[in-house]
């Protein structure tokens, strides 16, 4: 992937810079977290230099912040020392919001009813901005390394379940999301023109789901439903996938619709 579009799928929170400003935010802290997330960016152990470059962070202060987090246990030295990589450390943090989330607790066991009953992959993901993050990977005959990673990122614009989240959401709301967008292709199908997304949308609105056709991976069926909030507000989405080498568009959806619309509303409801 292009560090543009992998930049794209980084959360891009707009209310970030006005929280900065606030007499509470820790700068110090925000950086750390800065040098963190530069391994959101790349596939490789990173030296000092390029956390540096890539998070925007001085190389001293990345030097220090690197010793004391690796102290810590929150970052390692690669076993072949090339460099830096994220430590075990992390791996607890991500348990906690496992097992704390409310959305993430409420929908374990409808996916697992939902993967027993239509045996493709089944995936929740979690809005953040111009993203999904998926939380939840239940995965199918068929798959690939990245396709069974928790913190697998998406963008919004192009995927099923960003049509359904953003059909849930106000016409304003939804058209600032898109012009926000880095609208980069990931498939030679991806639907990029605001006004062809916007129909999708629509679709998505009147239906209760949204089907997208090899938005993201080539010979990818996907449908999604939202999951909302207890003021009806989108905050995920449940995926079903499948390959269009062993469905039709039509069979595909016909078979699993009804399913995925009451697992979504199941969540929901919970």
Not at 104 to 123: C, F, G, H, S, Y
Not at 218 to 228: D, F, N
């Amino acid at each position: 992937m292009s560090p543009k579009f992998l930049r794209s799928l980084q959360s891009n929170r707009p209310d970030l810079p006005e929280a900065e400003k606030d007499p509470l935010y820790v700068q110090s802290l925000g950086r750390a977290m800065q040098v963190l997330s530069a391994f959101h960016q790349t596939d490789k152990p990173l030296t000092l230099q390029e956390i540096a470059t890539i998070s925007g962070v001085g190389r001293s202060a990345v030097q220090r912040m690197v010793f004391t987090l690796r102290a810590m246990g929150y970052v390692d030295r690669d076993p072949d020392d090339r460099g830096y990589v994220p430590g075990l450390r992390i791996l607890d943090h991500t348990l906690d919001f496992q097992r704390l989330n409310p959305v993430v607790v409420k929908a374990a066991p409808v996916l697992l009813e939902l993967r027993r009953m239509a045996r493709e992959r089944i995936d929740l993901s979690l809005w953040d901005d111009l993203r999904l993050v998926y939380a939840s990977r239940l995965q199918s005959k068929r798959e690939i390394l990245s396709s069974t990673l928790i913190g697998h990122k998406v963008p919004l614009f192009c995927t099923s379940g960003g049509w359904t989240i953003l059909a849930h959401l106000t016409d304003a709301e939804a058209d600032a999301l898109l012009t926000r967008s880095d609208r980069t292709q990931c498939t030679p199908k991806t639907i990029t023109d605001i006004k062809q997304l916007k129909r999708e949308i629509a679709k998505a609105r009147e239906k209760g789901y949204a089907v997208a056709h090899e938005q993201i991976l080539s010979g990818e069926i996907a449908m999604a439903a939202a999951i909302l909030d207890a003021n009806r507000r989108p905050v995920a989405a449940i995926h079903l996938a499948a390959s269009l080498a062993e469905w039709s568009p039509e069979e595909f959806e016909k078979q699993f619709a009804p399913l995925i619309i009451q697992a979504a509303r199941t969540v929901s409801r919970a």
